[in-house]
């Protein structure tokens, strides 16, 4: 079993920046990778990062060159900093892990936080 917390969602101006945070704990040595998703009113839950223990990291389009996830795996800690903030990342955002269910089994279940609201006005 994998929690995870999530903080620092926040209201902020566009073109502002916000650091979201997310600890998880439990089977932690079992996590294949960590990311952000977001969901919008009436919108489907969308990627927004991922890094894999491994190091590597993939980005929505929308969010390229503005958006950068991070980890510190001393606190077992995922980050997202956001800059360059957009009326249109408005949304609830949700911290998610990939959890192997034995090693190398590569069989996978999703873990997820319970979401920060990031509000970015016009």
């Known amino acids: 079993q994998v929690q995870l917390v999530e903080s620092g969602g926040g209201l902020v101006q566009a073109g502002g920046s916000l650091r979201l945070s997310c600890a998880a704990s439990?089977?932690?040595?079992?996590?294949?990778?960590m990311g952000w998703y977001r969901q919008a009113p009436g919108k489907q839950r969308e990627l927004v990062a991922v890094?894999?223990?491994?190091?590597?990291?993939n980005y929505a389009d929308s969010v390229k060159g503005r958006f950068t996830i991070s980890r510190d795996n001393a606190e077992n800690t995922v980050y997202l900093q956001m800059n360059s903030l957009k009326p249109e990342d408005t949304a609830v955002y949700y911290c998610?892990?990939?959890?192997?269910?034995?090693?190398?089994?590569?069989?996978?279940?999703?873990?997820w936080g319970q979401g920060t609201q990031v509000t970015v006005s016009s």
């Open positions: 998610n892990a990939k959890v192997e269910t034995a090693y190398l089994s590569r069989i996978f279940v999703d873990y």
């Open positions: 439990g089977s932690i040595s079992r996590i294949h990778a």
């Open positions: 890094t894999s223990t491994g190091g590597s990291t």
